[in-house]
């Protein structure tokens, strides 16, 4: 039977993090991913899943030792945002001309960053990378945890990490509830080629139905989209002859970046709120998805799964210098807290942004215009907006340093 101090279920993006993150700790990670290994070439056509990485991912991704990696596999700096209701009056801008033209974030292929973490933990000699892995048995001990995998082999640990995703295998094993609610809303992504040039801007449009983002790529007329809105209305989107969906989505998208053409295949998700009640048990510990799933109007999924992922590094570093038993549910609280904190603050505001502009009623409608616009327009408010879109305003310790 192997032992590790550590087995994270799901070599995902933020599972990788995790496991990178713990270098120098002198702890032993082993991670059991489901899949195969990621590959990336840079020959592969543009992936339809991308995420919108901002600063404070950037950060860790820098002391993980990946980014530059991220950056010469393929990224695309965006320097603007523009956020407007279809059809009125109501817009906010901002540019990243006060932070001297660094960039508000980037956006990523989900397929690169997972293929640069992987590409890292496979260098790094305290991880054990086990693809194709098939968890059949958990159990908790007292001071262990164990693991079975469908080939027969065994494994034991001080403490166990679901990183596995929406659908988490380890948190259902755990019995740890889930408080979930549907968004009514499935979202569709494609590559889009448009007439205009998106001049590195990130552009969100509500109407009513839904929520349309062009995200911008390196090449200047090509966008990643995410339309969210209800499920039929999705899947015909989806289905629809391509140049009748072009049509409607220039339209919607109020011919901002003028005519559009297809790019790519069209998918659609479903979108569900979780929030799991515990972030941490005996022996257990909670992060990305596995945790909390959040609509992606504001592009911030991983992100907040990153942000677990740099406070269970601090935490778990900290507790082995001062030589505690890492997977004490006690030690895990001040993780567990703080991360139920910032997923709770995140669920609540997705919430309110969809709820606010769901529907056409005038009064609402004129309700918003005047709130976008007065946001655009006050002093003081783009600044607040712009911290929470760089993700700085809530780093972790770990981070700072
Ligand atoms: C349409 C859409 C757009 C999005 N856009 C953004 C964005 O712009 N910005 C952003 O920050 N976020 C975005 N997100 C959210 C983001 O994609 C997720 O938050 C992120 O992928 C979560 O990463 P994770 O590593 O926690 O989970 P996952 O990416 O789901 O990884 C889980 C891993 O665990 C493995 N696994 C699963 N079960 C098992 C098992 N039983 N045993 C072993 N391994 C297992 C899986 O194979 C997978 O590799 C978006 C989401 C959607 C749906």
Known sequence: MQSYDIIIAGGGMVGLAVACGLKDSGLSVAILEQGAAPSFTPQDPLSVRVSAINRASQRLLEKLDVWQDILQMRASCYHGMKVWEKDSFGQIAFDDGEL??????????????????????????????????????????????????????????????????????????????LTFWDYKHHALVANIRTEQPHQGI????????????????EDPHCCSIVWSTEPQMAKKLS?????????QLAVTFDMQLGPCTLSSERKTFPLTARYARQFASHRLVLVGDAAHTIHP????????????????????????????????????????????????????????????????????????DIGLTLADKLPGIKPQLIKQALGEHDLPEWLRK
């Open 239 to 247: 289905l629809m002859d391509e140049s009748l969906f072009c049509q």
């Open 100 to 177: 001297g033209g660094h960039g508000l974030g980037y956006i990523i292929e989900n397929s690169v960053l997972h293929t640069a973490l992987w590409r890292k933990a496979e260098k790094l000699s305290h991880i054990t990378l086990i693809p194709n892995a098939a968890l059949v048995q958990t159990a908790f001990g007292d001071n262990e945890t164990f693991v079975s995998l469908q080939d027969g082999s065994m494994m034991t640990a001080r403490l166990m990490v679901a990183a596995d995703g929406a659908h988490s295998w380890l948190r259902g094993k755990a019995d740890i509830p």
């Open 202 to 217: 990130a552009r969100q449009v509500f109407h009513g139905e839904g929520i349309l983002a062009f995200l911008p790529f």
């Open 297 to 368: 109007l504001a592009g911030q999924g991983v992100n907040l799964g990153f942000m677990d992922a740099a406070e269970l590094i601090g935490q778990l570093i900290r507790l082995q210098q001062e030589g505690k038993d890492i997977g004490q549910h006690l030690y895990l609280r001040r993780y567990e807290r703080l991360r139920k904190l910032s997923a709770a603050k995140m669920l609540a505001s997705m919430q309110s942004f969809q709820d606010l502009f769901a529907g056409q009623h005038p009064l609402k409608k004129m309700v918003r």
